[in-house]
């Protein structure tokens, strides 16, 4: 079986601004990519291209799970065969409680009504790992939340969906030191042969915890240029200037 | 006055009061014309009242206990109390002694079963001071016709009542319902109103403050769709200060279904300290409902704290596209959304079964 996910060629806009511009990338399970990129280079615009956001508009290109191009699929569908988005700025859903929204979409992930006593023990486990309070998932999705806890509450729920493909679009930043540590642990649990992860971010500092296999820089909607964990650290050193005046 | 004069004075009040057009304000763009209330008083009734107590509460038929008529005159200016003020046979009489504290909540189910037949049930409920209850009252029923419903409830100083109250009637039904509660020096109620049944619903939902200290929540959830026509009135009345009420009300439109929703708060001249909130929001699921929506301040004291707000909004698409990133279909994902607009008032129920029957009610609603 392919276990790939393509993106290929890939040009995408939002409000008639074309922001993505033929970026092709191809991660295998087992594999962790990093993308790194100037602000407004087009990092979230991937991700959301990726989910099918319907804000945005996919021009050309193909997006492949599994060798089936997933574009004409709706978000819902595209969770449900193991994409996961966790968001750069998390929405709030007040009303809606943490605990009974993760119940429905694992049963959406399953496909089934999942036993409710293995759910909740599920649950209790990757709180666990997460360092989550149990009154956290409680409250209501997001809401109030602090920048930090919502990045948590995002992991939480790779952790409990176990997705195929993972991108994860700065879940560092609003993260302290500490939290940081944890988050990047449980990724790192879901690690491995099962899942490929994309993790978007500015800094260095979050693949030193996840080494990624293969680091990309994003500059104007393409991918400008590749390499290892190496390139991420030149970049701390250096900045854009270094990319964009090499171009 | 004795039952008898009563109901004579609130027929001839009935008689006197003109019909509903949809001139008046109240009732403006509503199709009225499914009403009709020739020879009312000879149709049949049929309504079914079931009453389950508490040790140490009275909870018995209402005949003719006092204060009948107290919160809700037989002049009362409003045609359909007056017609059941007149008319009403079946009902629930609810006494809490002073002091106790009922340990599980009381029920008293009014149903609705005849066909093209009237129904007006009458609900009198007296808190003794200190007296603590908790009373969950549903009308419902497979009845058709019209259906006029009078609560009164006297909380006495220190009492306190959790009162949730829902309407559950079928889609045949006309109903008018008016609810007056009194709430005396330190007492409390905690009211919550499910409004999700009949073609046609005109649902009154007042306090009285009568007494210092006293404190009023009162929350209400109302979900129409299939041209269900639903007016809604409340009344917040401080008649002396340093009282508390607090209102939200919380309505889900979709199909044709229409919402008029007026509330007053009334701070008389010297009830300074009064602290009055009021807040109608709207849901609105597709460009086919009408939404109204007016808020009448009548204050005469100037010490006080108020505020009054009203909002008509549709889904937020961001909320419905992170839902659906984490697998749940579009319907899910809305129908969790409309959930989550009235959890705030489900929220207020304290007992956990009786929430979850309300949150049932509303699921099939909005399933449906
Ligand atoms: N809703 C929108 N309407 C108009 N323009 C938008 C919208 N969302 C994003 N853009 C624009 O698209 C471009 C790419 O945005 P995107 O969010 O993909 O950048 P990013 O690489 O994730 O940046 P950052 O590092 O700041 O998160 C930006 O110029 C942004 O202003
Ligand atoms: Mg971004």
Redesign the interface.
Known sequence: MNETFEIVDLHARIEEREILRGLNLTIRKGEVHAIMGPNGSGKSTLANAI?G???YEVTAGEIRLKGENILNL???ER??KGL??A?QY??E????RTAN?LK??CN??AGKELDTMDFYDKLQEKMKVLDIEEKFVRR?LNEGFSGGEKKRNEIL?MLM?EPEFAVLDETDSGLDIDALKIVCEGVNKLRGPDIGILIITHYERMLRYITPDYVHILVEGRLVRSGGPELAAHLEQFGYDWITKKQ | MNLDAQRALAWQTYQRLPLPSRRDVEWQRFDLRALNLNEIEKRPQSVRVSLNSAPGVTLVPLVDQQPIGRAIPPDEPNKFAALASALWRHGAFLRVPAGHKADRPIEITCEFTGANAVAFPRTLIVLEPGAEATLVQQFTGPGDGVHASLTEVFLEEGARLHYVSFQNLAPGALDFTLKRAHVARNAEIDWVVGMFGGSLTRYDVQCIMDGEGGNSFIYGAGVVDDRQQLAQFTRQHHRVGHTTSDLLFKNVLRDRAATNYAGIIKVEKNANGTNAYQSNRNLVLDKTVQCDTRPILEIESHQLRCTHGATVGRLD???L??????????T??RN??I??????VLARIQVESVRQEFAEIIHRKVLK
């Open positions: 989910m956001n319907p804000k709706p978000t819902e969770a449900r996961f988005l968001f998390p929405c859903v007040p009303g809606v929204f429905l979409a959406a992930r209501y729920q969906l | 698409e961001n909320q596209y992170y839902l659906r990133t984490r697998g749940l279909d579009d899910t994902a969790v959304l959930e989550a607009f009235l959890d705030p």
